[in-house]
Structure formats: structure tokens, C-alpha cells
């Protein structure tokens, strides 16, 4: 474990209105609720997990939605955990897929943002944490650097910050979704089935534009990294092929107030399989939030 302490905006007012929120039926034996918030202009799928006093929401991977955290929902929203679990489907992706998606500007970072902290204000969050995987690891960086009041802690693990030619070549190498690993291609299936092939060459095209912007120049968030007030906890597989450890190296070197965890043996998708992953995490949470009981 590494920890590190070196050394606003204001909350916008989003027109977010409730509709079809119904319980949730699962096979995880847990009480929840899952419907679609009317965000920004766009139909958002959410499910909630537990009613614990710490909200945490959960912020997905590429083309990524619900069915990414499944560990992390029979965890964290167990009743008793003390914390209330709100997982999502980002514009565009799975059953948030009839709204649009501008896959070609880096500007969709900030769009994501805005929508999941305009979700959880429709869902009464004033305040909570935020995890992000991958995508939703560089999403979840932008959301609490932009809105500081929100946000208590953050937890990212697989993040871009910015990109280089290397990142592109990792990435490169999943163009072919039959070279996928079969449970990770079988997962987003569920949600896009024929359209998945298409979908991933738009969100790669969407990748390349922000290496080749020529004002960004690869920067995604770095000076987001730089403006982030909250607790971060930055989480590593050892054996992730897909992040390069120079993004963490940037995290560690530029956060505020930071724990970093290199978990042995994990890969890029860690949560689903590091049996040590969710303790960690709430280990974080507890020790920096007195609304966790």
C-alpha cells in the first residue's frame, strides 16, 4: 500500500425528472430497484442496490453498464453493508442505448460527468463516492474534479489520463471482438448482440480522435488528476495488459491526497476476480466517511 498527500465548480441544476422505477428482479437474492431517470435530455437505466447512508455509484468500462459490477452489488449492496449501491448505464450504452452517443469528441467525458452526477441529484444524492473502471475510472476523475462538493471519495482502478502510441497499439489488439475473453464478449452481447462488432469500432474511432486531437494532444484529464480535493484510492493489476503502469505513475505523482493498491496477479478486470478487491475498497470508504456504520 502507497499513500500520498501532495501539498470548484459549482454544482449545476439539471433537468432530471423520475419515471418507470420498479423493484428490481435478479438472481443475486438482493432487494433492489432498477428503472430510467430523464437526465440532460436523455433516458438513463439505473439499478439501486441496499439503504445505507453512504451512496457510492459505480461508473462503467467501455460499452460497459449494470452487468460490469456484479461482485461489487452482491457486495456493496447487501443489506447491512451500510452503504446504498447505484450502478448505471452510461448514454448509449445497454439499455441506455436509445439515447445518442458522440463517440467522436473528447468532449464526452465531461457529457458522462454532468449525466451521472444530474442521475444521482434525480435520485436524492447530494453527497457520495464515486468508483470507476477503465472508461468509467477516467470518467469518475472528471466528475469529482468538476464537482467537488459532490463527491467524498473516489475509487478508480484501469483509468486513462492521457494517451501515447502505446496505449493505442494495447488497445488496437481488441479491434477483433472474437479474440475477446468469451465471458467479457458474452457479458456485452446481452446488451448489443449483432450491433457489438459496430459499436466497438465507434468507441475505438472515438479513442483514436483524442490521441490525434491536435489541441489535447493524448491529454484526457491530466489537469483534472491535478484539481482533485476528495480522498482517492488508485487500484492496479499487476498483470493489467491493457493499462500502462505510466497512468498510475501520473495518478501517484499529481493526486492530492492519494492511496495507491498494486494488486498481485490482477488483470484489467480485477473486481471480478481479486478476492481481496471489494475489502480494500471499503477499508478506504470507512476509514475516510463517518457516514458509514
Request: net charge negative.
Amino acid at each position: 500500500m502507497e499513500s500520498g498527500n501532495h501539498s470548484t465548480a459549482e454544482l449545476t441544476v439539471f433537468n432530471a425528472t423520475k419515471s418507470n422505477i420498479v423493484p428490481l428482479e435478479n438472481d443475486m437474492h438482493l432487494e433492489g430497484k432498477s428503472g430510467t431517470i430523464h437526465v440532460n435530455g436523455v433516458e438513463l437505466y439505473f439499478e439501486r442496490y441496499g439503504n445505507g447512508p453512504h451512496a457510492i455509484l459505480c461508473m462503467p468500462g467501455a460499452l460497459g453498464g449494470t452487468l460490469s459490477f456484479v461482485p461489487q452489488i452482491n457486495y456493496f449492496g447487501r443489506s447491512g453493508s451500510g452503504y446504498t449501491f447505484i450502478s448505471y448505464d452510461p448514454r448509449g450504452y445497454g439499455r441506455s442505448k436509445s439515447s445518442s452517443r458522440v463517440y467522436s469528441s473528447p468532449l464526452y467525458y465531461n457529457i458522462d460527468a454532468k449525466d451521472a452526477v444530474g442521475l444521482m441529484n434525480a435520485l436524492g444524492f447530494k453527497e457520495y463516492s464515486l468508483m470507476g473502471w477503465c472508461e468509467g475510472g477516467t470518467c469518475a476523475i472528471i466528475t469529482a474534479a468538476t464537482f467537488p462538493d459532490a463527491i467524498q471519495s473516489l475509487v478508480v482502478w484501469g483509468p486513462h489520463v492521457y494517451l501515447q502510441k502505446t496505449d493505442l497499439e494495447l488497445f488496437h489488439k481488441l479491434n477483433n471482438i472474437e479474440t475477446w475473453e468469451p465471458k467479457a464478449r458474452a457479458t456485452l452481447e446481452k446488451y448489443y448482440g449483432e450491433e457489438l462488432p459496430l459499436l466497438w469500432r465507434k468507441w475505438f474511432d472515438g479513442f483514436i480522435s483524442v490521441y490525434n486531437d491536435p489541441v489535447r494532444q493524448g491529454d484526457i484529464c491530466k489537469r483534472e488528476v491535478r484539481e482533485i480535493q476528495c480522498p482517492t484510492l488508485v487500484l492496479h493489476g499487476e498483470e493489467d495488459q491493457l493499462i500502462p503502469f505510466y497512468q498510475v505513475e501520473f495518478l501517484r505523482n499529481n493526486l492530492q491526497n492519494y492511496q495507491c493498491e498494486i494488486i498481485q496477479g490482477g488483470k484489467h478486470s480485477l473486481h471480478f476476480k481479486s478476492s481481496s478487491f471489494n475489502n480494500i475498497i471499503d477499508k478506504f470508504l470507512t476509514t475516510h466517511n463517518t457516514k458509514v456504520c
